[in-house]
């Protein structure tokens, strides 16, 4: 009797968990296209990847819910696509997809209605799905009411905030440019406008970021200065960071340039960081020296961190010895701001590179003494000690 309730039992679950599973018939989008004109619905296209975390979060916590796929198979023709597969790779490159997961709601003409972009929760993605179904929320309706009416903010921020519910913020510069093409540059200083700036505005030279640039007093009137320094800064990581991801480093170190002829000390300071990075990922030693010369003491002087980390590279890849000096004024700047077991260490090992063993002891011992005092493993100071004793 007990094999019995356990063998049920057992099958119950497997059934429970099979329901609870993401499955799907697996159509072609050519096929789901001719349903679409067929059975007189929308296509809704879900583009994925094995590899991507947010896409299995959504396909077992709301895609495996049957209230969920009766609604979209009740209302769409529904497409599953892996983009690393044929069929998915056309139709990424097709719709310009560069986030995932990324949710399509297509006519049969293959027109985008609406597009989502990342996870969602359940009640999240069902309204978003419910609205998609609406001729008044879709992007074709949005667009051409905007479009009527350019200088009509109400328009373009209904269609600019379903826009950038499946697009990345580089394609809201089109239509953010043609509303602010009808605002003359005094009207530019608003909160509407700031908002349509601050949300729409990529491009580094456009006439409205150059004027925020010249007028930052007057903006910081109508939003805060500290979003106006957070719209400088990034646009100047939207700029540099695609460059550095893709060790692009002719266009990088043309458009670090155009960064710097901002001159502010928060924009200097910004490309100082990314100058570091892309000189660490293409190996390029005399220009992480160069930079780091030029600029540490002015940009990153009060961050103990940052100046421990520009020590460590110069302990690891930096063979001149005044180089090597300057690195240690640095890490001993770091110690001031905040002692630390690993700064004095770093001290150590520096001073041993350029062969000032009595220093190289003294930094040794401290960071010794403070491990020993926090209880921590003090293996590399110790070694450290038995080999400049040994000299």
Not at 95 to 106: D, G, H, M, N, Y
Not at 140 to 158: G, Q
Not at 257 to 285: C, G, H, N, P, Y
Request: hydrophobic share 40%; aromatic share 12%.
């Amino acid at each position: 009797m007990r094999f019995l309730y356990l063998f049920f039992l057992f099958v119950w679950m497997q059934n429970l968990q099979s329901q609870n599973q993401f499955t799907v018939d697996g159509i072609s989008y050519k096929t789901a296209l001719e349903n679409a004109k067929t059975e007189g619905k929308p296509v809704f296209v879900m583009l994925y990847a094995d590899w991507c975390p947010h896409c299995n979060l959504m396909k077992k916590e709301v895609f495996s819910d049957a209230k969920v796929m009766d609604f979209l198979n009740k209302n769409y023709i529904c497409v599953w696509k892996n983009i690393e597969k044929e069929e998915g790779t056309a139709l990424k490159n097709k719709f310009k997809t560069t986030s995932l997961p990324a949710f399509l709601f297509l006519d049969s003409n293959e027109t985008l209605l609406y597009a989502l972009k990342g996870e969602m929760k359940k009640p999240d993605f069902l309204a978003e799905a419910n609205y998609a179904l609406n001729p008044k929320f879709q992007l074709p309706y949005l667009e051409k009411e905007f479009l009527a009416d350019p200088a009509n903010s109400t328009k373009f921020f209904a269609y600019l905030n379903t826009l950038k519910k499946g697009k990345d913020r580089t394609e809201l510069s089109i239509p953010t440019h043609i509303y602010l093409q009808t605002q003359s540059d005094d009207q530019l200083v608003s909160e509407t406008n700031w908002r349509v700036i601050a949300n729409g505005v990529t491009d580094i030279n456009s006439r409205e970021f150059q004027y925020v640039l010249k007028h930052q007093k007057e903006f910081a009137a109508v939003a805060s200065q500290n979003r106006v320094d957070r719209k400088v800064e990034n646009i100047v990581t939207e700029l540099l960071r695609p460059l550095v991801d893709n060790m692009a480093t002719v266009n990088y170190y043309k458009q670090r340039e155009v960064a710097k002829s901002i001159r502010l000390q928060k924009t200097d300071s910004l490309v100082f960081k990314f100058d570091l990075t892309m000189a660490e990922r293409t190996e390029k030693w005399d220009f992480y020296k160069k930079v780091t010369l030029n600029d540490t003491e002015k940009l990153v002087w009060n961050d103990a961190s940052f100046l421990k980390d520009i020590g460590q590279t110069y302990f690891k890849h930096i063979n001149d010895t005044e180089s090597l000096k300057k690195s240690i004024l640095w890490v001993k700047h770091s110690l001031e701001l905040s002692d630390s077991y690993d700064g004095n260490l770093l001290a150590a090992r520096l001073y041993n590179k350029i062969r000032d063993k009595k220093s190289a002891l003294k930094y040794a011992k401290d960071a010794a003494a403070i491990g020993k005092e926090m209880g921590w493993n003090t293996k590399d100071a110790d070694t450290l000690l038995a080999e400049l004793n040994a000299k």
